[in-house]
């Protein structure tokens, strides 16, 4: 059998980090959207007891360093399952970029096995399992506007966001989340994002309300090393952005904008700057 699911990518409206546990794993406080920017996970059951991931990207391992193969193993192990799985990966979210696409695919692998296999978990099961492959997993599962809390698996699904056109950029430069991490400074961590303000802009339906509460409290981390965020982010605001920020550890920055002539606009002058740049719009997997 074979299914193919829609990997969405992710931004952080609000990110912020209270302290870290004795293991090392940070408390994340997180407001988190996905947008229609996706990879496309295909999934086909293998009567051999074997794991094969093949994705149309250079950048990405095949085995289990691969997030998606992870995610096969770990359901295979977990219930016991014998038969073998075949993924094939189609990539349109940047790698390591800040946008979650390892985790993005990992979680559809979770809910189409979940489809295949007849498992009958629900999005809560299969979002506790996500956490140990990555912290971004669960809120993957279930790709729609949500509040994230805990290590990762808390995740409360808020109200869908009041119309406004996202334009997100990607610097040439990639990431290593757990060096950005690494770095991490609580004595220095001042500037919290207002997530408290950012949720009840969600919940009013209000942009006014939304937009200056947005933050990501490991910006000033990244950037610190690669001022191009802090440049892109600039040029976003410049050209007519109601906000931006990075996203994630980065490097992507996004701006907001409540009007798509005004993102478009956003959109053509940064294309100039910076090679990937896309124009998105929030996006609820569950609407499919």
């Known amino acids: 059998m074979q299914i193919v699911e829609k990997a969405p990518a992710k931004i952080n409206l609000g990110l912020d980090t209270l302290f870290e546990h004795q293991n090392g794993d940070k408390e994340w406080n997180m407001v988190m959207t996905s947008v229609d920017l996706a990879d496309y996970v295909q999934i086909e059951t293998l009567r051999t007891n074997r794991i094969e991931v093949a994705t149309d990207s250079g950048f990405l391992p095949n085995d289990r360093r691969n997030l998606a193969f992870q995610a096969v193993s770990l359901l295979k192990r977990h219930y016991h399952i014998q038969s073998g799985v075949r993924i094939k990966i189609k990539k349109s979210i940047p790698v390591a970029a800040g946008l979650g696409g390892g985790s993005s695919d990992a979680a559809a692998v979770l809910r189409g096995l979940n489809r295949l296999w007849e498992l009958n978990l629900d999005l809560a099961t299969l979002a506790k399992l996500g956490l140990k492959i990555d912290s971004d997993v ?125 993102a478009q606009r956003v959109y053509n002058s940064l294309k100039g700057f910076c090679k990937e740049v896309y124009l998105v719009r929030p996006v609820n997997l569950i609407d499919r």
């Open 138 to 262: 669960p809120y993957c599962v279930y790709s729609q506007t949500a509040h994230v809390t805990g290590k990762g698996e808390l995740v409360k699904p808020l109200p869908k966001l009041p119309p406004m056109w996202i334009v997100l950029a990607k610097p040439k430069i990639s990431v290593s989340t757990p060096n950005i991490l690494r770095q991490v400074d609580y004595r220095q961590l001042t500037a919290h994002p207002n997530i408290d303000g950012l949720l009840a802009g969600i919940a009013a339906g209000e942009p006014g309300e939304i937009f200056p509460n947005m933050g990501n409290v490991l910006e000033t981390i990244t950037a610190k090393r690669y001022p191009e965020i802090t440049q892109i982010k600039q040029q976003l605001l410049t050209f007519g952005a109601d906000a931006a920020q990075m996203s994630g550890t980065g490097p992507t920055v996004f701006g907001v904008c409540r009007k798509r002539s005004r």
